[in-house]
């Protein structure tokens, strides 16, 4: 009892000591904050100002421009971009999928390939580095990529044409590699030791410690392949029913646009297709999903890329 009092007693008596700022240091934080917000507000406005567009008119972007607020509110856009129900969400699948497998299948593969180079014991790892290197570096050209995907590995008409090529990059692989320099070499040693073999020291002492580069690398991945469409438009004909997201809107957009080329000379009246409007929505429909990720790996992001930086 004699022993909680004056532990109580110390306790009530105890205060922290706090750190005292001078005046310098507070304009300075001010300073520092103020530069923060506005950059911040800076960085928002374009973004603002591309979801108030989209429920804007087309007369009203003509007449008045781009506003922080909608003018004539309309939904127009978005009904024409919605019309075939059926053909946005199967967009939205096909891009969902092609994201989370290729993101995985891609983390795994990078991963283990990033070990591999970095393990002292690997007697090719600087051929195959400086084959990887060369490879960014130089590259064949379309027609033999084209003539590759279509001809020798008929992969034309297929999700795996999309998927196969953003599998993997050069830069992704230096990057982990540079992420798996942080991980002392010692723990493969001990796992050695224990009678582990080397695709079980991988899963169970590395892959843990490679959290942040995992979000890191694997946000990369999923951008790519939200919005890639370049490989769709090469490989993917009329054949394939749900093309993905990025895609179908660049279609749309197309059709739209060559609907009022077609009209613009002639005495045929239509009702004013939307042009920048419709732009707008789909940038919000493409990029909506994708910013509500970030969020939720953003920690992992700043610390891998830190970690990235430093690791020579």
Known sequence: MED???????????????????????????????????????????????????????????????????????????????????????????????????????????AMTGYALQRKDFPYRNGIMFYIYFT??????????????????????????????????????????????????????????????????????ILPSLKPALATIGLFLALGYWNEWYYSSLFLSSKVKYRPLQYHLYNVINKVASLKNSVAGSNVVITDLPGETLKM????????PIILLYPFVQKYFVAGLTVGSVKG
């Open 4 to 110: 909680n009092k004056k532990t109580k007693i110390v306790s009530e008596h105890y205060h922290p000591t706090k750190v005292k700022m001078d005046m310098s240091d507070r304009i300075i934080r001010g300073v520092t904050y103020v530069v923060v917000t506005l950059f911040s507000i800076c960085c928002i406005i374009p973004f603002w100002m591309i979801i108030a567009s989209s429920f804007s008119t087309e007369e009203a972007i003509r007449r008045t421009g781009f506003t922080l607020w909608p003018t004539d509110v309309s939904f127009y856009s978005y009904e024409l971009l919605f019309r075939s129900p059926d053909q946005m969400i199967g967009a939205y699948a096909v891009t969902l999928g092609l994201a989370i497998v290729g993101t995985l299948i891609g983390l795994f593969t990078i």
């Open 136 to 205: 960014s570096l130089f590259s064949a050209g379309l027609v033999p990529f084209y003539l590759l995907i279509k001809q020798t590995l008929n992969l034309a008409d297929t999700y795996w044409a999309i998927l196969l090529p953003l599998l993997m990059s050069p830069w992704l692989i230096v990057l982990m590699k540079n992420f798996v320099k942080a991980i002392p070499h010692e723990i493969t040693e001990s796992g050695k030791i224990d009678g582990a073999g080397d695709f079980r020291i991988f899963y169970a002492l």
């Open 281 to 288: 929505a789909t940038a919000c429909v493409a990029t909506g």
